[in-house]
């Protein structure tokens, strides 16, 4: 009897698998030719390519600058970014090594065009302060991994299939979010703030990586034909030579995406350390004015704004403890300001009072809406009953 379940178990499986097969089988809708030489065409980063970028970039430098969001889409609906980087992936995937050297020549020559032109325009820009648009591109999050990674992996299937879909490819311009971080570097050059380029220049980084492996994964996955040389020996030195160079680019790329991994757990970790301790016992009569998180590789801080009773030493001492063993940040230090204890300015006073009024008004504005609510659920079912 037991066989006989196992038997049909087993036939269900393979059922099941047959289906999942025939629903997401992408082979036989692929185009291999038309898909190379689409990606070799996009490659090609001269003439109307160049002028295109220049205006798209400045496009996009001023949505950034004004915060329009709706004008930075539009830049990156227009920009040719995403062609050297698939054209990277694909060199990679088929060993193909003039197609690797010109993609990655016309990369760097995007990139210097794309920064010429953001820093050209926040130099003889009016408005001269970091807008959120702007701070949002000057720090990398684990979710630009993903976008990058997944991102590219929709942009080549959509590039790869017999019937392009021009939605999908510009659905991927847009999410991968390639030129806001190249404009935001330029204004860190323009500002002279070098933090912000590197930042932002980091970001622009980690989504190319992943968007050219993507496509790399995609292409061996697919089957894509290798490139052929006539001189086998020659092949074989081009195969070796690309494979030293992707493990060369892609041991620093996982070590920043792994940091990048670290600091999203940081910021959770700490944001939930925050939120615990201002419910707990011993800081009934404190008030945590305001928290600050400050992310290094090597050490992590947390600074905590106190307003009302003063904590002991002991109290401090059982809130580090409380960090490192219960929320495994053994790294980060916690500093404590609190406003008791010591003299303080007027100032920074009158900042901790208008920090702990705004900071309660905004629960009465959620309290406020949570009655309101309760109070149509009330009305509600006395209507209906």
């Known amino acids: 009897m037991n066989t006989e379940k196992q038997d049909r178990f087993t036939r269900i499986l393979k059922v099941l698998w047959r289906k999942v097969k025939e629903y997401t089988q992408i082979k036989e809708d692929t185009d291999y030719e038309a898909t190379v030489d689409s990606i070799s065409k996009s490659v090609v980063f001269r003439g109307f390519n160049v002028w295109i970028l220049f205006f798209a970039i400045i496009v996009a430098s001023v949505g950034l600058n004004v915060n329009s969001t709706a004008v930075i889409i539009g830049a990156m609906l227009i920009s040719p970014l995403m062609g050297p980087i ?13 197609l690797l050297r010109k993609s990655l020549k016309n990369l760097i020559i995007m990139v210097l065009i794309s920064l010429a032109a953001s820093t050209l325009y926040f130099l003889i820009s009016p408005i001269s302060d970091a807008r959120s648009e702007l701070l949002a591109r000057t720090q990398p999050t684990i979710f630009d991994v993903f976008i990058g990674f997944f991102g590219g992996l929709a942009g080549i299937l959509a590039t790869s299939r017999k019937s392009q879909s021009i939605t999908v490819i510009s659905g991927v311009a847009i999410a991968t979010a390639l030129m806001p971080p190249l404009c935001t570097a330029g204004y860190g050059i323009a500002t002279g703030q070098i933090w912000y380029f590197l930042g932002a220049f980091y970001l622009f980084f980690i989504n190319s990586f992943f968007i050219a492996l993507a496509t790399f994964v995609t292409v061996r996955l697919l089957g894509f034909p290798q490139a052929r040389y006539v001189d086998e020996q020659r092949h074989k030195a081009v195969k070796r030579i690309i494979t030293i160079f992707t493990i060369i680019v892609l041991i620093p790329s996982i070590y920043l995406a792994i940091d990048v991994i670290r600091e999203a757990a940081f910021n959770t970790q700490s944001l939930k350390f925050v939120n615990e301790i201002q419910n707990s016992e011993m800081l009934a009569e404190t008030e945590i004015i305001k928290s600050e998180r400050e992310y290094h590789h090597r050490s992590q801080t947390i600074t905590l704004i106190l307003f009302g009773q003063q904590l002991d030493e002991a109290q401090v001492y059982h809130l580090q ?12 230090n916690l500093v404590i300001k609190q406003s008791s204890g010591k003299p303080i300015d007027v100032k920074q006073q009158n900042e901790l009072i208008e920090e702990l009024f705004d900071k309660k008004d905004e629960t009465i504005r959620q309290q406020d809406s949570i009655i309101h609510e309760l109070r149509r659920q009330l009305e509600e079912t006395a209507n209906t009953d």
């Open 86 to 98: 698939n054209g990277v992936g694909l060199a990679i995937g088929t060993f193909d090594e003039l």
């Open 321 to 332: 403890n409380i960090l490192h063993n219960e929320y495994g940040l053994k790294k980060t």
